[in-house]
């Protein structure tokens, strides 16, 4: 079965720390990868997605992501967060079903907390 | 453009009661997904609808069990609620025909079980 895992459940840092938030899913055909930020009190939003091409992605403030694909891997960075980047970040991967996506399979979160 | 819409924000139930819960998708979107949003057990899919049919369903109990009409809105009912079904529920929606294309969220309802 798919599945996706985030190595950190709670990451406390800084502002102007560099971030890497690790994601590693288990599927060996086509996927699409997203990574979804939820502000407090807010619903989830897309911060970036990768489908094909470019295995560096960008996405909203700041945030990149890089798909290695040899190691089932899709990692988000940020050079320097801001208090404003506190929130609960989800890595996840949809397959497909008969040349259709299908549901997404998400990790169970990281939650940042920035100090100001 | 209008959002993924969802009501009610709130629920309280208790348990052994039935819960439903709506979701408006976004206009043209013909895909509604369920995702059951529990304290410590992050996000999990419970059901997919396209086009009124049901494509598929995550590992929950036949109790969750939806709909999705012509107007491509969706239903989810929770029957017999249990105490652990308190969680939040998040609705989304997505053009399934385009192959490769993200998942809009809802603000989600807050279901409560006493």
């Known amino acids: 079965a798919q599945s996706v895992s985030q190595h950190n459940h709670h990451v406390i840092l800084s502002e102007a720390a560099s971030l890497e938030l690790g994601c590693n899913y288990s599927?060996?055909?086509?996927?699409?990868l997203f990574w979804y930020v939820q502000y407090p009190g807010q619903h989830l939003q897309l911060l970036l997605k990768?489908?094909?091409?470019?295995?560096l992605v960008k996405g909203i403030k700041g945030f990149e992501a890089e798909f290695i694909k040899s190691k089932f891997s899709f990692n988000l960075r940020k050079p320097s967060v801001q208090w404003s980047d506190t929130a609960e970040y989800f890595c996840?991967?949809?397959?497909?079903?008969?040349?259709?996506?299908?549901?997404?399979?998400f990790g169970k979160g990281t939650k940042l907390s920035v100090k100001p | 453009e209008a959002g993924v819409t969802q009501s009610p924000t709130h629920l309280i139930k208790t348990r052994g009661q039935q819960a439903t819960l709506r979701c408006s998708p976004i206009?043209?979107?013909?895909?509604v997904y369920w995702y059951q949003q529990a304290l410590g057990l992050g996000l999990q899919f419970l059901l997919w609808?396209?086009?009124?049919?049901?494509?598929n369903r995550g590992n929950f109990p036949p109790r969750f069990s939806g709909r999705q009409f012509p107007n491509y809105s969706s239903e989810l009912n929770v029957n017999a609620l249990e105490l652990e079904d308190s969680a939040l529920y998040l609705c989304?929606?997505?053009?399934?025909?385009?192959?490769?294309?993200?998942?809009?969220f809802g603000p989600g309802t807050r279901l409560t079980v006493l």
């Open positions: 996840a991967v949809t397959a497909y079903y008969g040349g259709s996506q299908g549901n997404l399979i």
């Open positions: 599927y060996g055909g086509t996927v699409n």
């Open positions: 990768y489908f094909s091409g470019d295995p």
């Open positions: 206009s043209g979107h013909t895909s």
């Open positions: 609808y396209d086009e009124g049919e049901e494509r």
């Open positions: 989304a929606c997505s053009l399934v025909k385009a192959v490769r294309d993200e998942q809009f």
